[in-house]
């Protein structure tokens, strides 16, 4: 395996935190990030997939195998040097439904997350900072 795409939601925060660490860390395998649901993502994956990853993180391997949820994460943290022995750890088919149900946790509430640890996108809020906003006039103004 040469490298992998990692499909991850570009608007969250949280998100882009964890891809700049990744991106920090010694890698056994390159990884690729895409945002989720973007041209290159549709080009990449099979449409229904490629929809999907605006929802659930997402991976690509170079040999074609798509992982989805925790799997991306555990395929995620093998291919990093210091995170390989996790990610064995971590796939044991004993603990697979409490890693599900602690991704799940994780991902459905990472919007949250990013709010309340006080991270965000700085592309996006600078792009939105020159969006205005209609004001609400009150009648008796006009």
């Not at 390159?30 to 997402?58: K, S």
């Not at 995170?83 to 991902?107: C, G, H, N, T």
């Not at 990472?110 to 006039?137: D, I, M, Y």
Request: aromatic share 14%; net charge positive.
């Amino acid at each position: 395996m040469q490298f992998l795409y990692v499909f991850y939601d570009a608007t969250c925060g949280l998100c882009t935190r964890l891809r700049t660490w990744c991106e920090r860390q010694p890698a056994y395998v390159e990884l690729r990030f895409v945002a989720a649901g973007g041209a290159e993502a549709l080009r990449l994956l099979p449409p229904d997939v490629a929809n999907a990853t605006r929802e659930d993180l997402t991976v690509l391997s170079s040999e074609g195998g798509i992982y989805q949820g925790e799997s991306a994460w555990l395929m995620c943290l093998w291919a990093l040097q210091g995170y390989r022995q996790w990610s064995v750890r971590l796939s044991d088919p004993r603990l697979a439904p409490k890693i599900r149900e602690a991704f799940q946790i994780f991902s459905s509430n990472r919007h949250v997350l990013s709010r309340w640890f006080g991270l965000s996108n700085e592309k996006l809020r600078s792009e939105l900072q020159w969006t205005f906003a209609p004001r609400c006039e009150p009648k008796w103004l006009e």
